[in-house]
């Protein structure tokens, strides 16, 4: 089992899943994207359901590995990966049947830190997402601020479960949040995530009234969700804070999503247009359309 | 039929692409180079290969003019006063490009145009109206995409008028180099310059710092950005640029051993001759340097010439010797291919010739990024199309090289159309690339009509206009068409 990463000494240190170091869709910038194992949701259309649970090490993944960069250690028969000899093929992941991955690594803040330092001259800063982020607080407020001593400022993308309110340190560490919300409805939400949307809606407000909330986004999936409602209500709390927050409103694509739901149609132009006019309407300046 | 009369009767060629023609078959019908039989062995192999400038030179193959000194002066020969304001500015410039030669019978180099054109911005309107009737003609009369116009680094009303007009005219020539320096180009216009070649597939960027200092170094004063990607000395320019093409000198070694010990020096010393005696025609026997008005009025030096010494195929000839491993993926590869070039560096750096007073007579690498009938052959030191890396590693790799070519090295990078929405993600890119060490950075975005070739840019819309059997009023883009199909230069790996 992955220890847990709070109990085990003064260094936080948290379970990584994967760390892309160019981006340009995780915030202004390039961007080098950190993200954590583990998400409280268990949304329908996830992207990445790799990184949603801990790997429990029942080794099925490791004879699906076409480069023998798997294996079980002897002894407490861990799972272990080899970076060198992977090539991404992905095989893994898709035969694991747990949520998980074995490409994730418990790290510390200059574990991470070091790995991005080669790339240090083409980023803006580092975004650090899921998983979900803010479920490893400690790891995540000690890595944000190393990042930012070492001149990359950090971005938080969480789909705001965490109560950020009584994490001020972490707040304060980050130089913006952005947030998902996934569905304005309650039973919309629970449906879509398993999960009520109450801590989201706390976040959104709290966020906003501290003044670090860089964006907000909602998936846009026709017939699963009724985007009206949460793009009405999302736009109207952001307008009545009078903050200049980006209102991104993206696609649904169903490129990494769970077989299940890889019929779901990307919403058409039309759709997206009118979505970005009811937040318009509402008195948002900076709406994007992804 | 004979290649006068193939040239004359191609429904493909405008009129203009016609007399170009006429003149290389006109020219070729003279051979008074001194051409020795272990060179023409090379020639024959491919090995060496002067890219069709002729078998009798009579100009130097880039001119890069001092447009500065044109516009405080004006020009006796041309019966023109200095400009006074933004439309006799225009239009002297335009003049003044009708009567600048080179290799391609179009200029390759059309000055700093922001720093040309800015003191004559008086009215912000007047000056768009102007500059956007300047840009028009340029691509419409100059009609070859190895016609280069250079910015910065400086941020200026000119330089970003000149930005808005090439995203609203979207036109393929001129070629367009941002000259940029981290601490001097503010982030702004970088940020511009970067969404227009996302658009338009330039400006590129150049890395001023890096030139400048070069330059500098070398005794050459300031540069330009000229044709594909040529750092040249301004005021003066290349008397010519033959290359080496490793991909065919490596098949005449036994192996690596005798590639390093004798094929290499050896072919060297030949393309160094090759190159000795095109300068000696043009320079000694051509008449250009006595006769030009361009060298008569001081817009171009004797002094100020240098020539290129070019590679290309770097990739192709380290995977022929590395049993396996692969240039641009392997340690090892890349090792050998940094070897292989300094070694070139070095046998280059120690020959001087006589005739030239630049930079002490010895040559200036460059990169030479292939032409339309390359096969299996990847420009410069570029990692091949199809085998390109992650983009921070493909980066990294291909910086190392970048400094042995003061007379252009460059790569080119394809977005996905995404990332228009946020350009300062390519800008950030750029500026870790040029810091990085990388001397010269493309970018264009996936969908865009315009398309960066090798180092030229050509309408994908024209490619297809030629390809329907109708003429197309820029003669690079039958050379964009065969570099699509025999290079696949659209297939380059896509970053998002
Ligand atoms: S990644 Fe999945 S399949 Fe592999 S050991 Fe962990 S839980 Fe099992
Ligand atoms: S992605 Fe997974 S399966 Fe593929 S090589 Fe890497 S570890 Fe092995």
């Known amino acids: 089992m992955i220890p847990d990463p709070a109990a085990e000494d003064v260094v936080a240190r948290g379970v990584v899943a994967k760390i892309l170091p160019f981006s340009a869709v995780d915030g202004p910038g390039n961007r080098a994207v950190v993200f954590l194992q583990g998400c409280d949701f268990d949304c329908r259309y996830c992207h990445n359901p790799e990184t949603r649970a801990a790997c429990i090490h029942c080794g099925e993944c490791v004879p699906a590995c076409p480069a023998r960069a798997l294996s079980i250690a002897p002894g407490p028969g861990l799972v272990s990966w080899d970076p060198a000899r992977c090539t991404g093929c992905g095989a893994c992941v898709a035969a694991c049947r747990h949520d998980s991955s074995p490409k994730a690594r418990l790290m510390e803040p200059a574990e991470v830190l070091s790995a991005l330092s080669r790339y240090r001259p083409f980023l803006s800063g580092i975004t650090v997402t899921g998983g979900e982020c803010g479920l490893q607080p400690e790891f995540l407020e000690a890595l944000l601020r190393e990042s930012r001593a070492a001149g990359l400022p950090g971005l938080v993308d969480t789909n705001g479960s965490a109560d950020y309110a009584a994490l001020p340190g972490l707040v304060e560490a980050a130089e913006g949040f952005m947030l998902d919300v996934k569905a304005w409805d309650e039973a919309e939400h629970r449906a879509l995530t398993g999960v009520s949307n109450s801590a989201v809606i706390a976040s959104l407000r709290f966020l906003l009234s501290v003044g670090k909330l860089s964006e907000v986004r909602t998936v846009v999936a026709p017939g699963l969700l009724d985007a009206e409602e949460t793009v009405g209500g999302v736009s109207a709390i952001v307008a009545a804070s009078g903050r200049a927050v980006r209102y991104k409103l993206i696609r649904f694509r169903p490129q990494g999503v769970r077989a299940a739901w890889r019929d779901i149609p990307t919403p058409d132009d039309a759709t997206m247009a009118s979505l970005a006019a009811i937040a318009r309407g509402a008195g948002l300046r900076d709406v994007v359309v992804v | 039929m004979s290649p006068a009369l193939a040239v004359i009767t191609d429904r493909t060629l405008t009129y203009q692409q016609k007399v170009a023609g006429l003149a290389r078959v006109g020219e070729s019908t003279e051979s008074p180079l001194r051409i020795g039989p272990e060179l023409r062995r090379y020639i024959d192999a491919g090995a060496i290969c002067d890219l069709y400038e002729g078998s009798a030179p009579y100009r130097p193959r880039y001119i890069v003019p001092d447009y500065e000194r044109f516009m405080s002066r004006g020009s006796a020969f041309l019966g023109l006063e200095p400009p006074r304001d933004i439309w006799e500015a225009t239009a002297a410039l335009l003049v003044l490009y009708r009567h600048v030669p080179s290799i391609t019978t179009f200029p390759v180099y059309l000055g700093d145009i922001d720093a040309l054109l800015q003191p004559f911005v008086a009215d912000e309107a007047e000056a768009r109206k102007a500059i956007g009737l300047f840009l028009l003609s340029i691509d419409r009369t100059i009609n070859d995409s190895f016609c280069h116009a250079d910015i910065g680094p400086d941020a200026t009303a000119a330089g970003r008028l000149i930005l808005e007009l090439t995203r609203e005219q979207k036109n393929a020539v001129p070629n367009l180099s941002l000259k940029y320096e981290a601490g001097r180009t503010p982030d702004d216009f970088a940020a511009l310059a970067a969404s227009v070649a996302l658009e338009v597939a330039k400006p590129s960027f150049a890395n001023h710092a890096m030139f400048g200092r070069e330059f500098r170094d070398m005794g050459l004063g300031d540069y330009a950005i000229a044709s594909c990607y040529n750092g040249l000395p301004k005021g003066g320019g290349s008397c010519t640029l033959v290359r080496l093409n490793l991909a065919k000198a490596a098949p005449l070694a036994a192996g690596l051993a005798d590639f390093s010990s004798r094929v ?4 060297v010393a030949r393309q160094l001759e090759y190159m000795d005696e095109r300068v000696r025609f043009l320079v000694a026997e051509s008449g250009f340097f006595e006769s030009s008005f361009l060298v008569k009025e001081g817009l171009v030096r004797a002094d100020r010439f240098s020539a290129m010494f070019g590679i290309v195929g770097l990739a192709e000839c380290v995977n022929a010797f590395s049993g396996g491993a692969r240039f641009g993926k392997s340690d090892e590869a890349d090792a ?75 790569d080119v990078f394809a977005f996905e159309p995404t990332a228009k929405a946020n350009p300062r993600h390519l800008l950030d890119i750029a500026k870790g690339a040029l810091a990085s060490g990388l001397r010269y950075f493309s970018a264009y975005a996936a969908d865009a009509d315009v398309v960066r070739i090798t180092g030229y840019l050509v309408k994908r819309s024209e490619i297809e206009r030629l390809g329907r059997g109708e003429q197309s009023l820029q003669d690079t883009t039958a050379l964009g068409r065969n570099a699509v199909n025999n290079l696949g230069v659209l297939e380059r790996r896509i970053r998002s």
Do not use: K, M
């Open chain 2, 264 to 267: 290499l020096p050896d072919v």
């Open chain 2, 336 to 410: 050998l291919g940094l070897e292989i070039i300094e070694r070139i560096a070095a046998l280059v750096a120690a020959h001087r010739t006589p005739l030239l007073a630049a930079n002490g007579g010895a040559y200036l690498l460059h990169a030479q990024v292939g032409i339309d009938d390359d096969r299996g052959v990847s420009p410069g030191c570029r990692i091949p199309i199809g085998e390109e890396p992650d983009l921070p590693e493909h980066i990294l790799r291909s910086a190392p090289f970048h400094r042995f070519f003061p007379s252009g090295i460059g």
